[in-house]
């Protein structure tokens, strides 16, 4: 095992959109977990069991192939499928997950106003916002210096971002006479998210500017991974207007935003990896 202190080598582009695909879909189960909790998400059987599936494939796909023993994917959440052994802490809390995700789609139904659908939704909720809130040490090196740097911001920010992208995808795909709930209400709070998801990678980036200084290549990554990440999306959100184009948008926003954030956690983790191999050569 590696020494989960030290930044290890980033992992592959597939590896890194399946961990971003899984947090958007932990992202999908909270915000929809909360609607169902509060009872202002759409009424409808089918309204709650998309999203559900869909937060499932996002969250079951990497540790499916690392089951299967994927060279590309090594381990997950801290957990080596392939060797056997209990699970990670982090693995756990994931798996967790799924009972109240299971006991949400056996009890959605018409209204969804049944007190056992909202308890679950509640406890879906208060387990996907668990498992996003708890970061592993081998996450360090994605994390924020000093003392914010205890609170894994930035994946929590993300899945409320990015699951919050493919959830409107689901809302806006829906029968108008059963939604519940202003769309303006969603994109302010998206934009929200966005612009807080902005704010602290504003202050993370900063801890690692010196080991990119000079490289016109990374500055370019970076500002096209900003583009993929929040302008486009945003454009998106902003662009919404009830018809039945707005699928296609929130589709191509929600895909925008984890190819950005993909790219943003690879760039990431590249350059602390550069910075710790430039401070062993000088020191």
């Known amino acids: 095992m590696p020494?989960?202190?030290r930044p290890t080598a980033p992992a592959g582009w597939t590896a890194t959109v399946?961990?971003?695909?899984a947090i958007c879909g932990h992202g999908i189960w909270t915000l929809l977990g909360l609607g169902l909790a509060l009872g202002v998400y759409s009424s409808g059987?089918?309204?709650s069991l998309v999203p559900l599936l869909l937060g499932a494939v996002f969250a079951s796909a990497g540790p499916l192939l690392a089951s299967l023993g994927a060279p590309w994917l090594r381990g997950w959440t801290g957990w080596w499928i392939e060797r056997g052994g209990w699970p990670s802490r982090e693995a756990m809390l994931a798996l967790a997950t799924y009972l109240p995700m299971l006991g949400v789609a056996g009890l959605a139904r018409g209204s969804n106003d049944f007190w056992a659908t909202r308890l679950l939704g509640a406890v879906l909720a208060a387990c996907s916002l668990a498992s996003m809130a708890y970061a592993a040490p081998?996450?360090?090196?994605?994390r924020l210096p000093g003392l914010l740097g205890r609170l894994p911001l930035g994946r929590m920010i993300t899945s409320w971002y990015g699951g919050g992208l493919w959830l409107l995808l689901c809302v806006v795909s829906q029968d108008p006479a059963v939604r519940t709930g202003d769309i303006r209400a969603w994109v302010a709070g998206l934009l929200l998210a966005a612009l807080l998801l902005v704010v602290v990678e504003g202050l993370r980036w900063p801890s690692i500017a010196g080991a990119a200084a000079g490289r016109h290549a990374w500055w370019m990554r970076r500002s096209a991974a900003a583009l993929?990440?929040?302008a486009l999306p945003c454009l998106g959100l902003l662009m919404l207007h009830g018809s039945s184009g707005d699928r296609w948008l929130m589709l191509a926003a929600a895909l925008s935003c984890v190819l950005g954030r993909s790219l943003e956690r690879r760039l990431y983790a590249n350059s602390v990896r550069n910075r710790g191999t430039a401070?062993?050569?000088t020191g």
């Open 18 to 21: 399946l961990r971003t695909l």
């Open 3 to 5: 020494d989960e202190t």
């Open 45 to 47: 059987r089918g309204e």
């Open 228 to 230: 993929l990440t929040y």
């Open 279 to 281: 401070a062993t050569d």
């Open 138 to 142: 081998t996450r360090r090196v994605h």
